[in-house]
Structures are given as structure tokens and as C-alpha cells.
């Protein structure tokens, strides 16, 4: 995850993403960067994260849990 996210925001120092961290406010991404995170994800994984779940992702943790429950339905 981690890495997804610093691939659109490289200067982040990745010390502050803890499950907490608001992946707008907190970390400054907008709508193109969560979609540039989504696709490097779905590289790196195989999962897709549909456009329309995107929108609801607000933390790094919401972030994890997506891909985790996607991991376990789709296993």
C-alpha cells in the first residue's frame, strides 16, 4: 500500500501513514491521485478498485480494508 501511495506522492514521508492518516486532508491526494493509487493497486495485486468505491476510501486504513476484504473474496 505504502508504495501505491508513494508512487503518486513521492515526497511523502511514509513515517506519517498510519490507518488513521486522511488520504485527502492529511496527505493532500485528490480525485486523480486515488485513481492513479487505485491502478497502481490493481497492478501490483490483481484487484480492481471500482471507480464508485474510490470516492469512500477517506484513510490509509480504509484503504487496507478494501483490498483486504477484496483479497479474501476473491481467493
Given at each position: 500500500m505504502r508504495e501505491a501511495i508513494l508512487e503518486v506522492a513521492p515526497d511523502l514521508d511514509v513515517e506519517v501513514l498510519e490507518p488513521a492518516t486522511d488520504l485527502r486532508s492529511e496527505i493532500g491526494l485528490d480525485s486523480i491521485d486515488l485513481l492513479n493509487i487505485a491502478a497502481a493497486i490493481q497492478e501490483r495485486?490483481?484487484?480492481?478498485?471500482?471507480?464508485?468505491?474510490?470516492?469512500?476510501?477517506?484513510?490509509?486504513?480504509?484503504?487496507i480494508g478494501f483490498v483486504a476484504a477484496r483479497s479474501k473474496t476473491e481467493a
Open positions: 495485486t490483481g484487484f480492481e478498485i471500482p471507480e464508485a468505491a474510490i470516492s469512500g476510501l477517506e484513510t490509509v486504513g480504509d484503504l
